[in-house]
Structure formats: C-alpha cells, structure tokens
C-alpha cells in the first residue's frame, strides 16, 4: 500500500495570494492521483485527478496539480485564493491495480483578508 | 438527485453499547467503503465491499462489523470491542475499476460518553 506524505499540516495564506499544497507518495510503480477537499462537518470532494497523459492537471475552483514521477509528488496550486477557499484538503494515491485510496493527514489553509 | 445519504449526523453512545451507522447511496456504483478520520490522520480505511454479499477488511477493521445485503447499502456497526470510538466517519462509493474517483457522503460524527 502507498504511504502519502503531505508536508504542511497548516498553511495560512492572505487572500488573493497563491498557494502550493505539496504531496508525495511512496511508490514509483505505476498510480492514479486525486486531491480532495473538505469543508467542515461535510464529505470530501474531489478538486482533480490524475490518470494519465499530461502531467498538469486542472481541477475544479481554479486548481491545477502537478504530476511529477521521479520526485513521486503531486503538488496542488491556485494562484489566487479566495475567503471560500478555507478548507482541509487530502491529497490520495491508488496502484493502478487497486482501487482502494490511501490518504494524507491532510492539510488545513486557512483565507485572511 | 444522485448521492449518498448518512445518517444520523449525529451519535451519541455509551460505552458498552452497539451502534450502527447507516449509509444508502442511490448512484448505482458497485464499490462501497467506510473511513474513519481524526484530526491530523487523514482518512483511514475500516472496511470496504466490491460487491453485494462481499466485504474485506481495511487497515483498522478491529472492534467494527458491515454487512452488504443490498447493493445500495452499506451499515457499519461500532461494537463495543472498538477501544476508542470517537471520531467522524465516513461512506464513500465508486464504480468498480482502477482509478475511479470515490463519491463520499456527509458523515456521522459518533461521541461515547
């Protein structure tokens, strides 16, 4: 099973400002990719995901990760963050062969004005 | 609308007590799973069914109990050998096969007393 390392467990940001949530995983064999997020007392909801193909991918409310094998990492970014943006985010990884999720301890940003 | 349903949001129980946490989902996916979270843990995997009348453990599965009658539903219950039962938990559900984004629900926040 994947181990996933989120490397900030909080990250205060002003709003309008970018953002760089960073996730690596243990395992260069071949995996899929998701970032999740959640607000609080709710599910999770999935922001993007990756397959295949191109390593940039862009999700949903203006984010985009970054797919890098050789550094096994998948970084989250907005450029320019809103009030609304305050949440938990989870970063996930599955092996190809494998469909259960192995999450990170997540990490909470938190939107000042 | 096509979703998965939790309920009670709310639980309280004491020590000692049974209880069973429901989860309904009406988007037809074969996949089914329970995660219980804690801050700064992320989400960790208690059970999960791929199909009807099947369920494999996960990585905390010790002191809980599932069962999968329907394919549209998938009760976890919290027995009274689960040592610390404290926290939120959440149903997911996905189609079955690599890669495919889980849909997760509301979430029950279970308090012993």
């Known amino acids: 099973a994947q181990s996933v390392t989120q490397l900030d467990s909080q990250v205060p940001v002003f709003e309008e400002a970018p953002v760089e949530l960073r996730c690596n995983y243990s395992s260069s064999v071949s995996v899929y990719l998701f970032w999740y997020v959640q607000y609080p007392n709710q599910g999770l909801q999935l922001l993007l995901k990756?397959?295949?193909?191109?390593?940039l991918v862009k999700g949903i409310n203006g984010f985009e990760a970054e797919f890098n094998k050789s550094q096994t990492s998948f970084h989250l970014r907005k450029p320019s963050v809103h009030i609304s943006d305050t949440a938990e985010y989870f970063c996930a990884v599955s092996d190809s062969g494998d469909y259960k999720l192995s999450f990170g301890a997540g990490t909470t940003v938190t939107v000042r004005a | 609308d096509g979703g998965i349903t939790q309920s009670p949001k709310y639980l309280f129980r004491k020590e000692g007590q049974n209880v069973t946490l429901s989860c309904e989902q009406n988007l037809n996916h074969d996949a089914m799973y329970w995660y219980r979270q804690d801050p700064g843990q992320g989400l960790r995997l208690i059970y999960y069914s791929q199909i009807v009348n099947d369920f494999q453990k996960g990585d905390i599965a010790e002191g809980y109990s599932v069962s999968r009658e329907k394919k549209e539903s998938f009760p976890l219950t919290v027995t009274s050998a689960q040592k610390n039962p404290t926290a939120f938990y959440l149903c997911a559900s996905s189609i079955t096969g690599n890669g495919n984004e889980q849909f997760f629900g509301p979430g029950t926040r279970l308090t012993v007393l």
């Open positions: 990756y397959l295949s193909g191109s390593t």
